[in-house]
């Protein structure tokens, strides 16, 4: 009974660990090649399921930075 039910969960966990991968490389990626070493350390650490990852793509990678 509920066979059917941990399909569909086992099916949600997996879009969502692909989902948080594909942001997480993305945001990683971006902040190595932009030298933000303090984004690219909370971005590895900090499991936020894409959250902080997109913000840092669209929000705060583009603003400028006081050396």
């Known amino acids: 009974m509920g066979g059917w039910l941990w399909g569909i969960g086992g099916l949600l966990f997996a879009v969502l660990i692909a ?3 594909i942001w997480k490389g993305l945001a990683l990626w ?3 090649k932009e030298g933000h070493k303090v984004w690219f350390i909370a971005l590895l650490l900090i499991n936020t399921v894409g959250i ?3 913000l840092y793509i669209y929000v705060f990678s583009k603003r400028k930075w006081a050396a």
Do not use: G, Q, R, V
Request: charged residues 20%; glycine residues 0%.
């Open 19 to 21: 989902w948080s991968l």
């Open 30 to 32: 971006k902040a190595a």
């Open 52 to 54: 902080l990852e997109i």
